[in-house]
């Protein structure tokens, strides 16, 4: 169990353009979800959290207008990039934290690579 | 500002031999610390975690990881290595916790890959 799934794992955009990255919890319900950003040989960094019915908590540096995230339910948290640039290129990976687990353990999906040409 | 450190980028290792991954990290108080395993094309898979008791936690696949307040270090452990054990691993430090509860924020070190010889 506890199973998160990206869509799409790769994709491939023209700058300018607005593209949407969904993260499911497939087998459990997800209060909150994370998303973070990895730069080529660089470790994970949290760009914002997002709990379900609630507008999203952006860290330090992270352009909310540019990484729009919608939890619009339990099971489901989307990070569009908008007017995506070369810069915004990277692999983006979204995490779940279970409903009623009150650990830190957050359970990952497969990742997201966003190329931007 | 909290930080973990990986110092080792790349470690090859024969199978069957042993494995030890480093990890240090600067956080002012109690930590939750974790260590993350990710191989190609999957998500990051957590191995083992320590947020306090018994300082040798036991984890999946035969990993082990000794947390030592002293050297600030939580590092990882196989005494014997399987050519499936070659992957990305990942330390990682639980940024906000109160009263037994994580908020979920983790901040990670930069990653080892891990090369398995036969």
């Known amino acids: 169990g506890a199973v998160v799934s990206q869509h799409p794992s790769r994709v491939i955009c023209k700058s300018g353009t607005s593209v949407k990255i969904e993260c499911r919890s497939l087998?459990?319900?997800?209060?909150?979800m994370f998303w973070y950003r990895q730069f080529p040989k660089q470790s994970l960094m949290l760009m914002a959290t997002?709990?379900?019915?609630?507008?999203?908590?952006?860290e330090q540096g992270v352009e909310k207008d540019k990484f729009l995230i919608n939890h619009a339910s339990l099971t489901l948290s989307t990070l569009t990039v908008t007017s995506a640039h070369p810069e915004d290129s990277s692999f983006y990976i979204c995490?779940?934290?279970?409903?009623?687990?009150?650990?830190?353990?957050?359970?990952f999906g497969e990742g997201s690579r966003l190329t931007v040409l | 500002a909290q930080s973990v450190t990986q110092p080792d980028i790349h470690i090859t290792v024969s199978e069957g031999a042993s494995l030890e991954l480093r990890c240090n990290y600067s956080?002012?108080?109690?930590?939750?610390l974790f260590w993350y395993v990710q191989s190609p094309g999957q998500g990051l898979q957590l191995l083992l975690k320590?947020?306090?008791?018994?300082?040798l936690v036991q984890g999946i696949k035969g990993f082990e990881a000794e947390f030592k307040r002293s050297q600030s270090s939580f590092n990882l452990r196989k005494p014997s290595v399987h050519w499936s054990d070659a992957a990305e691993y990942f330390c990682?430090?639980?940024?906000?916790?109160?009263?037994?509860?994580?908020?979920?924020?983790?901040?990670f070190g930069q990653g080892t890959i891990l090369t398995v010889h036969p």
């Open positions: 320590y947020f306090s008791g018994d300082t």
């Open positions: 990682a430090v639980d940024r906000f916790h109160a009263g037994g509860t994580s908020y979920g924020k983790l901040t």
């Open positions: 087998d459990f319900q997800a209060t909150t």
């Open positions: 997002s709990n379900e019915g609630s507008k999203a908590t952006y």
């Open positions: 956080y002012g108080a109690t930590p939750y």
């Open positions: 995490s779940a934290r279970k409903k009623g687990h009150w650990a830190g353990e957050l359970f």
